[in-house]
C-alpha cells in the first residue's frame, strides 16, 4: 500500500524566513509520481508541480524549491523569503501503478498548515 | 475554458436524504476522481473513473455510488446519507499520458462542495 506521511502538522514563520516542508513516501513501485499541491483559504486546490520517480533532479521556480531524494524516499518542498500569501495548506501526493494507462487516483499526505506572519 | 466546476458548491441535509454531487469537466479529459476531504485527514479516494461507462473504487466507496454516462460528466451518489459523510467533496479530471514515461498527467481539481449531513 501507498504512503504519504507529512510529519509537521503546523508550521509559523515570520515574513521573509525561508521554510522547508517534509514529505516522505512509501511505494512499492518502481516508477511513481510526486505532486504537492496548495490549498489557500479560499478551499481550493492548486497544482505545484509533478516530479517522475525515474527524474530525481531537484527543481526551483521563482521562490520554490523542491528536493527529491528517492534514496531517503523524500520530496521536500521549499519556499525561499516566504510571503504572507504563501500561507495555506500544502499537500504532498503519490501516484503510482502503471495499470494499463495509469488512472490511479492520488495518495495524499494529511498537509501542513503554513502560517506567515507579517 | 472552465476546467472543473462541481454543482452544488454547498448543502444541507438530513439523515437519511439522497443527493446527488454533479462533476463537470471541459478538458476532454479521460479520467475522472472523487475525494473527500475531513479535518486533519487530506484527501481520500471514494472512487474512479477512467473513461466513459466505468467506474471504480478506490479507498473510501462505502456509502457512495457514481455514474460516468458522458465524458465530461462524473456523478456522485449518496442514497442514504449519515452524519460521517459530512465532509468536502472534490472532483478532479486528468488525461493519459502522452508516452510510456509519461503515463500519469496531472490531475486537476474543482473547487469543492461543501456537504452537512445533520
Known amino acids: 500500500a501507498q504512503k504519504v506521511t507529512q510529519a509537521q502538522t503546523e508550521i509559523s514563520v515570520v515574513e521573509k524566513e525561508d521554510v522547508t516542508l517534509d514529505c516522505v513516501y512509501e511505494?512499492?513501485?518502481?516508477?511513481?509520481?510526486l505532486f504537492w499541491y496548495k490549498q489557500p483559504p479560499s478551499g481550493e486546490l492548486v497544482f505545484l508541480i509533478r516530479?517522475?520517480?525515474?527524474?530525481?533532479q531537484n527543481e526551483i521556480s521563482g521562490r520554490y524549491s523542491w528536493n527529491f531524494q528517492k534514496s531517503t524516499s523524500s520530496f521536500n518542498f521549499t519556499i525561499t523569503a516566504s510571503q504572507v500569501v504563501d500561507s495555506a495548506v500544502y499537500f504532498c501526493?503519490?501516484?503510482?501503478?502503471?495499470?494499463?494507462?495509469?488512472?490511479?487516483?492520488?495518495?495524499f499526505g494529511k498537509g501542513t498548515h503554513l502560517i506567515i506572519q507579517p | 475554458n472552465a476546467g472543473v466546476t462541481q454543482t452544488p458548491k454547498f448543502r444541507v441535509l438530513k439523515t437519511g436524504q439522497s443527493m446527488t454531487l454533479l462533476c463537470a469537466q471541459d478538458?476532454?479529459?479521460?479520467?475522472m476522481y472523487w475525494y473527500r476531504q475531513d479535518p486533519g485527514m487530506g484527501l481520500r479516494l471514494i472512487h474512479y473513473?477512467?473513461?466513459?461507462?466505468?467506474?471504480a473504487k478506490g479507498e473510501v466507496p462505502d456509502g457512495y455510488n457514481v455514474s460516468r454516462l458522458k465524458k465530461q460528466n462524473f456523478l456522485l451518489g449518496l442514497e442514504s446519507a449519515a452524519p460521517s459523510q459530512t465532509s468536502v467533496y472534490f472532483c478532479?479530471?486528468?488525461?493519459?499520458?502522452?508516452?510510456?514515461?509519461?503515463?500519469?498527467?496531472?490531475?486537476?481539481f474543482g473547487p469543492g462542495t461543501r456537504l452537512t449531513v445533520l
Open positions: 478532479a479530471s486528468s488525461a493519459p499520458g502522452t508516452s510510456n514515461y509519461e503515463y500519469t498527467d496531472t490531475q486537476y
Open positions: 511505494t512499492r513501485d518502481t516508477t511513481y509520481y
Open positions: 516530479r517522475n520517480s525515474f527524474d530525481e
Open positions: 501526493a503519490l501516484s503510482g501503478g502503471y495499470s494499463g494507462g495509469g488512472a490511479d487516483g492520488l495518495t
Open positions: 478538458m476532454n479529459h479521460e479520467y
Open positions: 473513473s477512467v473513461g466513459e461507462g466505468t467506474t
